[in-house]
């Protein structure tokens, strides 16, 4: 909060040490949450450090004046949307390479979780793509209601319609899981 | 679940965003510093002017620590809040146990206020770097803060990095005790040099008081109680307008960034002892609470009115520029006479290094590793 202030003014001032902080800060974060919009561990690393660099670049210019992690979300949000738009891909799971326990051999990343996770994470895959970022944005973003729908220009009713429509479909597909 | 990028992924983004920053980065050009007149027609108008500048220069400083990260719902609380108020009280530095209250409250996006119970108020307004500090002998002085981006320290941010940084646990259970009426439960976290005690409310949950104490430095508890997030704070709270009928000291204060160095805060130094009676070193050398602690000791007789007459406002407010730039620093000259022997009064760790810089009270500076520092 007081720091994102100090952080976003000393980074408009064009300090290094700024956007070092604030890169640390939200990293883990925001490759979190585009790994769960794109769905691809790969797909999501690319998105970051596409963020991440037109953030840099963007400190003469930068004017933001609303919350900092919000900005730096909306940021991934659209990187991922226009990503999917390039690939045109249906939404997959995500794939089982990139699912790593704490023990793997993979040095590029660490993904905490168990088998609940991942099944979840598969049922979030298959949610039609307004209903998942709408979920992921709330649930995993923090963002509320009103900031999600300003990001997508829809009506707070509609945002909250997804995701509730969301939950449902998900607690439909996990419990068709769980009887399996 | 959650990802964390590897030391790979974490190193080619970081490069490549820096480039990218490089590349559009000009050097920051530093506006020369206007001449200013120092209005002195008083002698407590001189003082007021001092303590004005001090307090522009000290209020980056403000301390924020809450509960450990145990305390989940309270850290949450205040990361997550739109406003945040509290109290502030801090040892005057007197030799008198005298303390001072000063009421703090901030508002998003950047606006901070600070208020002593005397009435000395400082207002900043992180988003433009702008501050006005405003003395309730009716003068005010403004000040602008654009050389805080220079430094490779966190400065004001170095309290919020304690916060974040607090152990999950608490390292011992201080019990239960009353505070202000409320029965509170007690955790004790100890950090290096620094000792924190959090006292939350037994029935609630809620952060009811933190006390802050540096082994290293006396003088320099800090008890931080009265906390609320998210009271509605009216807008002309942090208004940078000077109030009616104030008059202006005639001093714009700016920072170039150039001049905010150890030889800066050295020469303060030797200039503080030199306008005080009994040539000692302030009681405190950064904080909102600088401009009280002038002028109690301009009312006590404690200041050579002459020399205070001639200060350079511009020095006063680097010198106090100087100490908030650092990430790691200790202040204990509070009662020091100048030139007594083998006596530190000052150190710090200047940004990317492992060792201090220490300033002893003949000022003059050595550079010691950690385990040599004080005690």
Request: proline share 3%.
């Amino acid at each position: 909060m007081i720091e994102d202030e100090i952080l976003k003014w000393r980074f408009r001032q064009g300090s290094k040490e700024a956007l070092c902080r604030i890169y640390e800060k939200y990293l883990d974060y925001l490759l979190t949450l585009a790994v769960c919009l794109s769905n691809d561990f790969n797909t999501a690393q690319d998105i970051v450090h596409d963020v991440f660099v037109r953030f840099a670049a963007s400190w003469k210019d930068f004017n933001q004046r609303g919350n900092l992690k919000s900005y730096l979300t909306t940021c991934v949000v659209n990187q991922a949307r226009d990503n999917s738009r390039k690939t045109r891909r249906q939404p997959d799971e995500l794939k089982e390479d990139t699912l790593i326990g704490s023990e793997s051999d993979c040095p590029e990343h660490l993904v905490t979780g168990n088998e609940t996770s991942h099944q979840l994470n598969r049922a979030i895959a298959e949610l039609p793509d307004e209903q998942r970022e709408t979920i992921i944005l709330h649930l995993k973003g923090g963002m509320k209601f009103r900031e999600i729908a300003a990001l997508q220009g829809e009506s707070i009713n509609t945002v909250q319609g997804r995701f509730r429509y969301g939950l449902d479909k998900l607690r439909s597909m996990l419990n068709e899981e769980v009887q399996k | 679940m959650n990802f964390s990028a590897g030391a790979e992924l974490r190193e080619k983004i970081l490069t490549d965003a820096l480039k990218a920053h490089w590349q559009t980065r000009a050097q920051p050009t530093f506006e020369k510093p206007d001449i200013w007149r120092t209005i002195m027609k008083s002698r407590i108008t001189k003082f007021a002017a001092a303590a004005a500048i001090l307090a522009v220069a000290g209020i980056v400083s403000i301390q924020f620590l809450t509960g450990t990260k145990a305390y989940a719902h309270v850290v949450e609380g205040l990361r997550n809040a739109r406003t945040v108020v509290f109290t502030l009280i801090t040892q005057s530095n007197q030799g008198n146990g005298e303390t001072i209250k000063t009421d703090i409250a901030y508002k998003e996006p950047g606006h901070l206020r600070t208020t002593t119970v005397d009435g000395y108020v400082a207002i900043v307004d992180f988003s433009s770097g702008k501050m006005i500090s405003i003395v309730p002998q009716g003068n005010y002085t403004l000040g602008d803060l654009n050389s805080l981006n220079k430094t490779g320290s966190t400065g004001p941010l170095a309290s919020i990095e304690a916060l974040k940084n607090l152990p999950a646990k608490a390292d011992e259970d201080l019990g239960e005790k009353e505070i202000d009426g409320i029965d509170c439960d007690g955790y004790k976290v100890i950090q290096g040099d620094l000792t924190t005690n959090v006292w939350i409310d037994a029935k609630t949950g809620d952060l009811v008081q933190v006390e802050q104490k540096y082994a290293s430095a006396p003088g320099m508890n800090r008890i931080i109680k009265n906390i609320k997030f998210n009271i509605e704070l009216n807008d002309s709270l942090f208004s940078l307008t000077p109030p009616a009928g104030f008059k202006s000291f005639g001093i714009e204060l700016k920072s170039n960034g150039s001049d905010e160095t150890e030889e800066t805060f050295i020469n303060w130094l030797r200039w503080w002892a030199g306008a005080n009676i009994d040539e000692t070193f302030p009681p405190i050398v950064a904080g909102s609470e600088m401009a009280k602690v002038v002028m109690d000791m301009a009312q006590q007789g404690k200041l050579k009115g002459e020399l205070w007459k001639n200060v350079d406002p511009q020095m006063m407010f680097r010198a106090g520029l100087f100490v908030v730039h650092q990430q790691d620093w200790r202040y204990a000259g509070n009662g020091v006479k100048i030139n007594t022997p083998d006596t530190p009064i000052f150190w710090y760790r200047p940004a990317g290094s492992e060792n201090y810089r220490v300033i002893y009270a003949d000022l003059t500076v050595r550079e010691l590793s950690a385990d040599q520092m004080p005690k």
